[in-house]
């Protein structure tokens, strides 16, 4: 069974950095694209980055480029996503997901696996 848990969301004020964290267990981690998403409030689901399993490319939307960045750790079956420069409009549930696609990017449909998201509050 296939299992995504993020963590390392929370309260933080504008400026501040967070650190988001994907554990995965039940596939073999580093033969799958993964990626960050975020929803906020009464909005669609918005992707945000993913870094490939065949030479770990990364892909940034413009709304987080130059301010978060992923990162996997193949031996920890972990992906993370470093968040520096919060803004309130970062306020969002925030998921994992893993695709086999090498070409899955930033589209949300390609990605199989999602975990259930970790809650991440920017204040001003």
């Known amino acids: 069974q296939v299992q995504l848990v993020e963590s390392g969301g929370g309260l933080v004020q504008a400026g501040d950095s967070l650190r988001l964290s994907c554990a995965a267990s039940?596939?073999?981690?580093?033969?799958?694209?993964w990626g960050w998403f975020r929803q906020a409030p009464g909005k669609e689901r918005e992707s945000l980055t993913s870094?490939?399993?065949?030479?770990?490319?990364?892909y940034y939307a413009d709304s987080v480029e130059g301010r978060f960045t992923i990162s996997r750790d193949n031996a920890k079956n972990t992906v993370y996503l470093q968040m520096d420069s919060l803004k309130p409009e970062d306020t969002a549930v925030y998921f994992c997901a893993a695709s086999r696609d090498p070409e899955a990017r930033l589209r949300q449909n390609v990605y199989t696996f999602w975990g259930q998201g970790t809650r991440v509050t920017v204040s001003s």
């Open positions: 870094i490939t399993w065949e030479d770990d490319r990364t």
């Open positions: 039940g596939l073999t981690f580093s033969w799958y694209t």
